[in-house]
T-cell receptor, first 111, second 111 residues
Framework: QKEVEQDPGPLSVPEGAIVSLNCTYS??????FMWYRQYSRKGPELLMY????GNKEDGRFTAQVDKSSKYISLFIRDSQPSDSATYLC???????????FGGGTRVLVKP | ETGVTQSPTHLIKTRGQQVTLRCSSQ?????VSWYQQALGQGPQFIFQ???????GRGNFPPRFSGLQFPNYSSELNVNALELDDSALYLC??????????FGPGTRLTVT
């Protein structure tokens, strides 16, 4: 079993809808949680980062962390076709150290 | 803007050969990590360098080695290439408390 599980998708939504993404993990030592967006054949782009449990909002993006359930989520409001990409969750035990990634969820936003 | 660059963009090697990949950032951040991303999967941690010293290693054999230079640029060397080494190789620099930003990657194909 992988340390971080993520549904591979694809997740197809109409333009303007809310995209809901999530990851589960097994390592209770994870304290730092990140979401990356990756376009085809490009490097991952950091979207959101949070420490421990709680919510964080940045523009159209909201990240949630529930450490008691070992579950993290990313919500994208008012989705656009340009949001079509693979979304990767990542987490680490210590600040700035080894990141453990999920396998990524492919998202398609249809005009 | 971290300005993380990687070279070359892509290359093709033959099984058994050796390869060197390079990474640099505009601001010369002192912590750099390397990851391997196979097609359709999340990145896997290879190792991290902090101020020219290896500071953590993932589950990769010794034929994967690295260097970090005084200007904090970095190299990843892979000896005795195998077909399974075909992947996107990413470097990431630590820019703050725990944010890590990735370069565009080098796509390696081993035939």
């Amino acid at each position: 079993q992988k340390e971080v599980e993520q549904d591979p998708g694809p997740l197809s939504v109409p333009e303007g809808a809310i995209v809901s993404l999530n990851c589960t993990y097994s390592n209770s030592a994870f304290q730092y949680f990140m979401w990356y967006r990756q376009y085809s054949r490009k490097g991952p782009e950091l979207l959101m980062y949070t420490y421990s449990s709680g919510n964080k909002e940045d523009g159209r993006f909201t990240a949630q962390v529930d450490k008691s359930s070992k579950y993290i989520s990313l919500f994208i409001r008012d989705s656009q076709p340009s949001d079509s990409a693979t979304y990767l969750c990542a987490m680490s035990e210590a600040a700035g150290n080894k990141l453990t990634f999920g396998g990524g969820t492919r998202v398609l936003v249809k005009p | 803007e971290t300005g993380v660059t990687q070279s070359p963009t892509h290359l093709i090697k033959t099984r058994g050969q050796q390869v060197t990949l390079r990474c640099s950032s505009q601001s010369g951040h002192n912590t750099v990590s390397w990851y391997q991303q196979a097609l359709g999967q999340g990145p896997q941690f290879i190792f991290q360098y902090y101020r020219e010293e290896e500071n953590g290693r993932g589950n990769f054999p010794p034929r994967f080695s690295g260097l970090q230079f005084p200007n904090y640029s970095s190299e990843l060397n892979v000896n005795a290439l195998e077909l399974d080494d075909s992947a996107l190789y990413l470097c990431a620099v630590r820019t703050g408390a725990y944010e890590q930003y990735f370069g565009p990657g080098t796509r390696l194909t081993v035939t």
